[in-house]
């Protein structure tokens, strides 16, 4: 059982590239998350979805794009990359704790992405 | 954007003394998580409380959740320096599987 795994680790872009970060959970939850953290800021949601073949924006969508076209991932795509995307991504999948009334998040390691 | 302060931002204590993280917001929530975060890996779940009022023991680390469900606090008693790390707080929003992170508090217990 590896929980959220994410791929790349670590990553370099030019200005203007594109790249395509995975992540991929093995625990059946419907619920997938894609954060990112910056220095004093937290983690801001950026995309996310509710299930299989759903998306929806977050706080800071602008600049990246999602597809869930299985339950078990969840790929966030940066179409042309700005140095302000310089960040450390994280995915997150989450189930519902119905007895609880709440949703429990699982965090994968992270992507360290420098854009130049 | 429903923003969630943190304070204070750094901590930084010697081993065996107790602390409080505070986290406030104006607006409500369903649910407050609070993560523990280490360098180079991603936040891990310590708690969630979902009543207003309530306090949850995690051994030596109590969480409480506002009665009017906008702020939480987490106290540590007798820090040790297994517990330095990024201490963040997360209000759950809307029909509860979103977040709204808190800015975080950096904590170093020093032996």
């Not at chain 2, 917001?25 to 207003?52: A, H, I, K, M, N």
């Not at chain 2, 106290?75 to 707080?89: F, K, M, V």
Request: some cysteine; proline content about 4%.
């Amino acid at each position: 059982n590896a929980g959220v795994t994410q791929t790349p680790k670590f990553r370099v872009l030019k200005t203007g590239q594109s790249m395509t970060l995975l992540c991929a959970q093995d625990m059946n939850h419907e619920y997938m998350y894609w954060y990112r953290q910056d220095p004093g800021m937290g983690l801001r949601l950026i995309h996310y979805s509710v299930g299989e073949g759903t998306t929806a924006k977050g706080e800071v969508p602008d600049g990246y794009n999602v597809s869930r076209l299985k339950k078990q991932n969840f790929l966030l795509g940066l179409e042309s990359a700005a140095p302000s995307q310089t960040s450390v991504y994280f995915c997150a999948s989450s189930y519902s704790n119905v007895r609880g009334g709440f949703y429990e998040q699982f965090f994968g390691p992270g992507t360290r992405l420098t854009v130049l | 954007t429903q923003l969630l302060e943190q304070s204070p931002q750094f901590l930084s204590i010697q081993e065996g003394e107790n602390l409080t993280v505070y986290c406030n917001s104006s607006s409500v929530f369903s649910s407050l998580q609070w993560y523990r975060q280490e360098p180079g890996e991603g936040p891990v779940l310590l708690v969630t409380v979902v009543t207003g009022g309530e306090v949850k023991k995690l051994k030596r680390l109590t969480f409480q959740f506002g009665d009017a469900r906008k702020d939480s606090s987490l106290h540590i008693t007798a820090a040790q320096p297994g517990d330095t790390g990024l201490y963040l707080c997360a209000g759950a929003a809307g029909t509860g599987n979103q977040f709204y992170f808190g800015t975080g508090t950096s904590l170093t217990v020093i032996p």
